[in-house]
């Protein structure tokens, strides 16, 4: 789970959850005359724990998930995190009613006016309230998008022939780089192409070539002048600031995985406006929104 992918909106969510569970040990019912009577909680109460405390705080843990996990599963063909919005929304509608009715219609068997709300029930509807409009509205609010966690600074550059320190997923991480003028996989040493197995450069004592053998290499040397310089695209790491979703190289319109912000990913070539991304586990795509996008 990549906690550097949740919201502000989901950290309201957290800090709901906590106050819910907070509030279920505290006295469900207020009633002034019963003196010296211990007044039960939302654990003493199957309808109000199932249905308020467990719900909500379930609801919590899916939303949480849903936006954590790489790969979400699902629940009935439903996404996770939509599936923990829906039970944040029953929870609340359940605290509503628990506050309009702590009694559960008891007070309607001729005995007298029920307790009032006390501050467990009170609080739990805030809680479910405060839970279920944060995450409803985080895809809505800029401001509850934005990442909960900031981005990590990108590692300082290393002195040269230093070996690189960190891990996957930021820069400065190893195989981020290759040697200049070095062919990937290549050693010190060995043969590069173009040049036959076991040749080795000039050794003292050996002759030197000849200016006629080296007439033909210089005589090719301003037709390779004349050609214009390819266009590269060096690999860089960047951050973008909202998640964002990735496509798939072949076109597809359904996207294969999402950015998520505060985690640094690697830029390995350019294709139009967009760019192809390579994820931590290795799978890549076409980024098309490349707007904010953090270098590292």
Known sequence: MNI?????????????A????????LAIYSDDGAEGVDIPSAWSSG????????????AAALIVLGRGLPQAPKVAGIELGHFGIALAVF????????????????DNLGGG????AGMGLI???IATLVMAGAAIATPLVPALKGAL???????????????PQGGYGYPGAPGAQQQAGQPFGGQPGQPQPGQPFGAQGPQPGQQQPQPQQAQAPQAQAPQAQQQPPAAEFSPFWFAVPVPRPLYGEDGSPTPIAELAPGTWYLAVEQRGPGLVAQTQDGRRGVLQDTSGIQRG
């Open 47 to 58: 309808p109000l724990l199932m249905g308020v405390i467990l719900s909500g705080i379930f």
């Open 149 to 163: 966690l900031p981005a990590p600074k990108p590692a300082a550059p290393q002195p040269y022939g230093a070996q």
């Open 4 to 16: 550097r992918s949740l919201t502000r909106g989901d950290g309201v969510v957290i800090g709901a």
């Open 91 to 106: 929870s609340a509608w359940s605290a509503l009613g628990n506050v309009f009715d702590p009694a559960g219609g008891v």
């Open 123 to 125: 609080l739990s509807l």
């Open 18 to 25: 906590v106050l819910l569970f907070i509030a279920s040990f």
């Open 113 to 116: 006016p029920g307790p009032d």
